[in-house]
C-alpha cells in the first residue's frame, strides 16, 4: 500500500509564506513525477506544479516566480515553497505522485496517488 502524507497548510497573512510537504511511503519502487493541485470552494481542481525524476518543473502560470518546487529522492518528499501568498491562493493543496509500486514480487504501475489534502488560507 502507498500512502501520501502533507503537511505545512496553514492560515497566513497576504504577502506571507508557507511551505507544504508531502511524503510517500509504502512498497515503492520508484517515482516517476510529484507534485501540487489545489481546488478552492466551487472550482475545479486544478495544476499548482509537478516535477519529475529528472527534474523537469510543470507550473501554473499564475504562479510562476512565487512558488517554487523541489524533491528530495531519497526520502521520496515533495516541497512546495510559497512565497508573496495572495488571496486567490485559498485552496485545499493535494499532493500527487505517479509511481510504480511492488506487489508481492512485481512491479505495477505507474499509478496516479493523491495525499488527503490540506487547507491553506490566506487572508487578513
Known amino acids: 500500500q502507498v500512502q501520501l502524507v502533507e503537511s505545512g497548510g496553514g492560515l497566513v497573512q497576504p504577502g506571507g509564506s508557507l511551505r507544504l510537504s508531502c511524503a510517500a511511503s509504502?512498497?515503492?519502487?520508484?517515482?516517476?513525477?510529484m507534485g501540487w493541485y489545489r481546488q478552492a470552494p466551487g472550482k475545479q481542481r486544478e495544476l499548482v506544479a509537478t516535477?519529475?525524476?529528472?527534474?523537469?518543473?510543470n507550473s501554473v502560470d499564475s504562479v510562476k516566480g512565487r512558488f517554487a518546487i523541489s524533491r528530495d529522492n531519497a526520502k521520496n518528499t515533495v516541497y512546495l515553497q510559497m512565497n508573496s501568498l495572495k488571496p486567490e491562493d485559498t485552496a485545499v493543496y493535494y499532493c500527487?505522485?505517479?509511481?510504480?509500486?511492488?506487489?508481492?514480487?512485481?512491479?505495477?504501475?505507474?499509478?496516479?496517488?493523491w495525499g488527503q489534502g490540506t487547507q491553506v488560507t490566506v487572508s487578513s
Open positions: 509504502g512498497r515503492i519502487s520508484s517515482i516517476n513525477a
Open positions: 500527487y505522485a505517479r509511481l510504480i509500486y511492488y506487489s508481492l514480487l512485481y512491479k505495477r504501475g505507474p499509478n496516479d496517488y
Open positions: 516535477i519529475t525524476s529528472d527534474g523537469s518543473i
